[in-house]
Antibody
Framework: QVQLVESGGGVVQPGRSLRLSCAAS????????MHWVRQAPGKGLEWVAV????????YYADSVKGRFTISGDNSKNTLYLQMNSLRAEDTAVYYC????????????????????WGQGTLVTVSS | SSELTQDPAVSVALGQTVRITCQGD??????ASWYQQKAGQTPILVIY???NRPSGIPDRFSGSSSGNTASLTITGAQAEDEADYYC???????????FGGGTNLTVL
């Protein structure tokens, strides 16, 4: 059974750091892109970052670039998000999600998806 | 990075058909994926690609695309379909992913 379980959330003061973890089971980590997505209280979904373990490429949303670092440990099947210089606007539930991507042969369109998602971990940045 | 635009709220009578739309420049080159999020729950994938449903998603959910607009259609909406729905795709740069602002669906 494919499963993702996040941990590491909590209350942290502005300017401080926090590291989130996402333990994966039921699939081979290195065959996929792994994403972090967050949702501020009462707000919509916001993509945060992605890492591909086969090539090591990493991409970040502009809102977190330079402050957050995504990484992973293939041997532990665990994804991480190191969050530095935290701000009040980083307060959110953080989800990890497995990413998939293919191309439709008939149209040439690419498409991606996030499945499954973890249950989320709440990060609250407050003094 | 580009944006994806959704109507904030849509309502449908029980058993009727509803279409939820998502507009954005990136949708001229990418198919959207769609997520359902019920109150207090984790998002789940309901449609991806041209019109693919993950295992366990009822066949009343379908997807389509035309130009810069992707659509999620629920044919014969049920009370349990009441939720927020989000579209998603890569953006035009290909290095970012974007979500629409979400559509809150009410089943009357």
């Amino acid at each position: 059974q494919v499963q993702l379980v996040e941990s590491g959330g909590g209350v942290v003061q502005p300017g401080r750091s926090l590291r989130l973890s996402c333990a994966a089971s039921g699939f081979t980590f290195s065959n996929y892109g792994m994403h972090w997505v967050r949702q501020a209280p009462g707000k919509g979904l916001e993509w945060v970052a992605v890492i591909w373990f086969d090539g090591g490429n990493k991409y970040y949303a502009d809102s977190v670039k330079g402050r957050f670092t995504i990484s992973g440990d293939n041997s532990k099947n665990t994804l991480y998000l190191q969050m530095n210089s935290l701000r009040a606007e980083d307060t959110a539930v953080y989800y990890c999600a497995r990413g998939g991507e293919e191309m439709d042969d008939s149209s040439g369109y690419y498409y991606n998806w996030f499945d499954p998602w973890g249950q989320g971990t709440l990060v609250t940045v407050s003094s | 990075s580009s944006e994806l635009t959704q109507d904030p709220a849509v309502s449908v009578a029980l058993g009727q058909t509803v279409r939820i739309t998502c507009q954005g420049d990136s949708l001229r080159n990418y198919y959207a994926s769609w997520y359902q999020q019920k109150a207090g729950q984790t998002p789940i994938l309901v449609i991806y690609g041209k019109n693919n449903r993950p295992s366990g998603i009822p066949d009343r959910f379908s997807g389509s695309s035309s130009g810069n607009t992707a659509s999620l259609t629920i044919t014969g909406a049920q009370a349990e379909d009441e939720a927020d729905y989000y579209c998603n795709s890569r953006d035009s740069s290909g290095n970012h992913w974007v979500f629409g602002g979400g559509t809150n669906l009410t089943v009357l």
